[in-house]
């Protein structure tokens, strides 16, 4: 089985921050490799698939890259609305894995 | 517009079974493969079962021989059925569509999840 890891586990940033999650896979996945956003008590949601795609609808902030084992999701500028917390997800091969998450609160 | 509502979810003993529901909405049910993933208290995502269009099944290895998964397309619902139940898999667990572009996939809605609990 693929194992995803996430990092950092947890990431405190301010509103106008720039971040980024870095995205490991155990094993070359190409660019099957998907992030999603989620909040308590609410639906997760698709934000990029195939490694870089953003999802419809997602705002232009979002951007996301990588290839093989390493991936990256990067928030261009932190709105409110976009403390929650973010996994990657494989779809290379089942079990489709997803990474323990990063936690993104406010600073 | 896309709708995912689970129900079903309830306080189950050690042993037992339970059979979760999702009922679907929205978009042409038949065609799309459908996933369960669950959430344990304080834990991330966990993917656990995909059933495609043609009924063919596919588990994670902790759960298989365990759960079934299925669908009913004349009633847009995909089912959960969990049998010799453990405290582990005391989780929420959510339904969601599977979406395809190309040679991609992915889970592109989400229903907001049953709790299920195994407990005495």
């Known amino acids: 089985d693929i194992q995803m890891t996430q990092s950092p586990s947890s990431l405190s940033a301010s509103v106008g921050d720039r971040i980024t999650i870095t995205c490991r896979a155990s094993q070359t996945i190409s660019t099957y490799l998907n992030w999603y956003q989620h909040k308590p008590g609410k639906a997760p949601g698709l934000l990029i698939y195939a490694a870089s795609t953003l999802q419809s609808g997602v705002p232009s902030r979002f951007s996301a890259s990588g290839s093989g084992t390493d991936f990256t999701l990067t928030i261009s500028s932190l709105h409110p609305e976009d403390y929650a917390t973010y996994y990657c997800?494989?779809?290379?091969?089942?079990?489709?894995?997803f990474g323990q998450g990063t936690k993104l609160d406010i600073k | 517009e896309v709708e995912l509502v689970e129900s079903g979810g309830v306080v189950v003993q050690p042993g037992g079974s339970l059979k979760i529901s999702c009922a679907a909405s929205?978009?042409?049910?038949?065609?799309?493969?459908m996933h369960w993933v669950r959430q344990r208290p304080g834990k991330g995502l966990e993917w656990v079962s995909l059933i495609a269009w043609d009924g063919s099944g596919t588990y994670l290895d902790s759960v298989k021989g365990r759960f079934t998964i299925s669908r009913d397309n004349s009633r847009n619902s995909l089912y959960l059925q969990m049998h010799s139940l453990r405290s582990e898999d005391t989780a929420l667990y959510f339904c969601?569509?599977?979406?395809?572009?190309?040679?991609?996939?992915?889970?592109?809605?989400w229903g907001q999840g049953t709790l299920v609990t195994v407990s005495s």
């Open positions: 929205g978009f042409n049910f038949e065609d799309y493969t």
């Open positions: 997800q494989q779809s290379y091969s089942t079990p489709y894995s």
């Open positions: 969601a569509k599977g979406g395809v572009f190309g040679a991609w996939y992915f889970l592109d809605s």
